[in-house]
């Protein structure tokens, strides 16, 4: 199992697969997941990619299998998660990757790509904000004060049966992937979901998205609950190189829900970047 361990910094976990030609020596493609989720979460996508791409998936800090053993109040924040994507480019051996975030994931991509230019070869987005919006957050309280005080007293799996329901995933959709998703979600620190929840509700993307100089692809659902048209314009107006897909759905877990569709719009977007034909 890999692990980049780091003096005075949390252990990262992330898995590799990998099923190209060892001769070839296949770039990478980087799937970070988003909030309260692992690297699991993007199991669906691994037959589609890693024919033709190296595909590293890490967890983020204090999430799935990466340590949790830092200050929450105070090493949870961009230049952090900033720094642990580094690392583990690092760990790989490569120069640059492609990119591909979901949610919080794609959040923490388009300030990676911006602030890292060379190492981002491509940046694909899949329903991934460019800010969490008053609408947004309000509707995420559950009857609550705040989104924290939902965490407190939901717990972390309370919290993502909510959360998921309705938002995530049709509640007439397959039940089994719903609670597989809530029991990996509830698997999750609440202090670390708390501060997650504030890193991600105070920080917007939109100063970073003029200097993104890769190339960009936004997957989203036709109309989401989570990043709606007035986000996805601003993305089309300020990125300089950007492309928009949408997925016919009202679901904010397209990754999961149409993971074929997906990971293929992925593939080919890194693909023509390369000059490479993903197909057999």
């Known amino acids: 199992m890999p692990y980049v361990e780091r003096a005075n910094e949390p252990t990262l976990y992330y898995e590799l697969d990998d099923y190209t030609d060892p001769w070839k020596k296949a770039p990478i493609l980087l799937l970070q997941h988003g909030f309260a989720r692992s690297s699991r979460f993007w199991f669906s996508w691994v037959p589609y990619l890693s024919r033709f791409y190296r595909v590293v998936r890490p967890d983020l800090r204090g999430l799935g299998n990466s340590s949790a053993q830092f200050d929450f109040d105070t090493e949870l924040n961009l230049n952090a998660y900033l720094k642990d994507i580094n690392a583990v480019i690092d760990h790989v051996g490569v120069d640059s990757v492609h990119y591909c975030g979901e949610s919080l994931g794609g959040i923490l991509g388009m300030a990676f790509a911006a602030e890292f230019p060379r190492r981002a070869r491509t940046l694909s987005l899949v329903s991934a904000p ?3 919006s008053e609408s947004a957050n309000k509707n995420a309280t559950y009857g609550y004060s705040s989104r924290f005080e939902a965490l407190e007293k939901m717990g972390s799996r309370g919290w993502a049966k909510a959360s998921n329901m309705g938002r995530r995933f049709p509640p007439d959709g397959d039940p089994g992937m719903a609670n597989w998703a809530e029991e990996e979600m509830g698997k999750a620190d609440v202090g670390l979901l708390i501060a997650g929840q504030r890193f ?15 190339p960009v692809l936004g997957i989203y659902p036709s109309s989401g609950p989570i990043a709606g048209n007035e986000q996805i314009e601003l993305m ?15 679901y904010h877990m397209i990754q999961m829900l149409e993971p074929a569709a997906c990971a293929r719009e ?6 023509r970047y390369d000059g490479t034909a993903c197909h057999e």
Request: hydrophobic share 55%; charged share 15%; no cysteine.
């Open 130 to 132: 460019v800010y969490i």
């Open 200 to 214: 991600i509700l105070e920080f917007t993307a939109a100063p970073y998205l003029p200097r993104i100089a890769a």
């Open 236 to 250: 089309k107006s300020s990125v300089p190189d950007i492309r928009i897909v949408h997925v016919p759905s009202r």
């Open 266 to 271: 992925v593939l080919h977007f890194a693909a």
